[in-house]
């Protein structure tokens, strides 16, 4: 990654970077909320000779594979030599499979349309060659665009993607001009994973010492610039704060870490009951943390600590880390709190549980620091009253 800009103009910055890129045949991507906004930027880009198709909004929450297989054969078909993505986590994690499959179509028959598969074998050409660059312009929290994994949804509604070093994006533009409008559900659902991020940081069996501390650092940011939207959703410094916050909890969190149990189970959540993943945070973070807390417990305090936000003497004992992620949620307008808010009812928990369990057991218990002995044990964690915290 060359740079990462926070708090300026994207169109001057995006444009600035271009030419530092010696791009000339641009791929702009964005999510249907984000297109009046910029607008008028790629009209700019038209004029300039420097956009090489029309702009795209057809990539769908999570990334679903008819709109990226969209995207990536409109990008093959004009030799696109930069991608700009301008909106959320799956427009970021689109763009980054539209340049692996444009370095792979160089090399393959004219016309060859894009699929799930080919996209996948890209990842692992050894060596890899270099992929065209990708200016994010991010318009919330998600922090997709700091990370080199990429996810999408099949036809069949399961979660998948592709990884590799290359896929990380070459520059970041937080602009919180780009916010502006985003519905409840987007800005604090997306900023509340910065909390998924840290404390699955934290946690995780690999964290070291230098990785928890960083990822509490980011923590701290990101409850602060939570509260602060809070009372002003379009406070400028809280949503800096957020971003801020969330970039440190996610560097934490790569840095031997990916995925914590939280990702792993919430992603399979988001993919089979079309939940956004701010909302899955919302509804399974507390239950997971709650799960594990015998194990993590000193690990947790020092969440606690970060959470509670209380000045000088206490008059109650510290909460525990789960009832403070679940207190926190309960203030976030536009999130998901419950599996009912998510309209998921116990029997298709049942047999999510089940799935979970005898297809991902291995890895959950791999990731997990309590491992889970039955698919029981899973659907009880799922199912725990948050009253119990």
Not at 355 to 372: A, D, I, V, W
Request: net charge negative; glycine share 8%; proline share 6%.
């Amino acid at each position: 990654m060359d740079g990462v800009h926070v708090g300026v103009p994207f169109g001057v910055t995006a444009l600035y970077e271009m030419e530092q890129l010696n791009a000339s045949k641009v791929y702009v991507m964005a999510n249907k909320s984000s297109k009046p906004m910029v607008e008028d930027f790629v009209k700019s880009l038209d004029e300039k000779g420097f956009l090489a198709a029309p702009l795209n909004c057809d990539v769908s929450m999570g990334g679903a594979e008819d709109g990226l297989l969209k995207a990536c054969n409109e990008a093959a078909a004009v030799n696109a030599d930069c991608v700009l993505t301008v909106g959320g986590g799956a427009v970021q994690d689109a763009g980054k499979l539209v340049r692996l499959w444009l370095s792979a179509a160089a090399n393959q028959v004219d016309g060859e349309q894009a699929t799930v598969k080919g996209i996948q074998a890209a990842q692992n050409r050894d060596p890899m060659p270099p992929l065209p660059p990708q200016i994010c312009c991010p318009n919330s929290f998600a922090m997709a665009e700091l990370t080199h994994v990429a996810g999408l949804v099949t036809k069949d509604n399961v979660k998948s993607g592709a990884a590799h070093p290359s896929m990380m994006p070459t520059v970041v533009i937080f602009d919180t001009s780009l916010s502006k409008g985003l519905p409840d559900w987007v800005k604090f659902g997306t900023a509340l994973r910065g909390v998924e991020h840290a404390i699955g940081a934290v946690c995780h069996p690999k964290a070291t010492e230098d990785i928890r501390n960083r990822a509490l650092q980011g923590l701290t940011l990101v409850n602060k610039g939570l509260k602060g939207m809070v009372e002003d959703p379009d406070s400028e410094a809280a949503q800096v704060n957020c971003y801020l916050g969330g970039w440190m909890a996610i560097r934490a969190l790569n840095t031997g870490c990916y995925p914590s149990i939280a990702h792993l189970i919430q992603n399979h959540y988001s993919a089979r009951f079309n939940v956004h993943q701010g909302s899955c945070s919302g509804v399974l973070s507390a239950r997971i943390l709650n799960y594990h807390r015998e194990k993590t417990l000193l690990k947790q305090i020092s969440i606690a600590n970060v959470l509670d936000l209380v000045i000088g003497d206490r008059e109650y004992p510290l909460p525990p880390a789960p009832k403070l992620v679940s207190d926190l949620v309960a203030t976030l307008p536009g999130v998901a709190k419950d599996h009912a808010d998510a309209n998921v009812d116990e029997e298709m928990l049942r047999e999510f549980a089940e799935f979970m369990y005898n297809q991902h057991g291995e890895k959950l218990n791999r990731l997990s620091p309590k491992p889970f002995c039955s698919a029981e044990d899973f659907l009880g964690m799922l199912t725990l009253p948050i009253a119990n915290f």
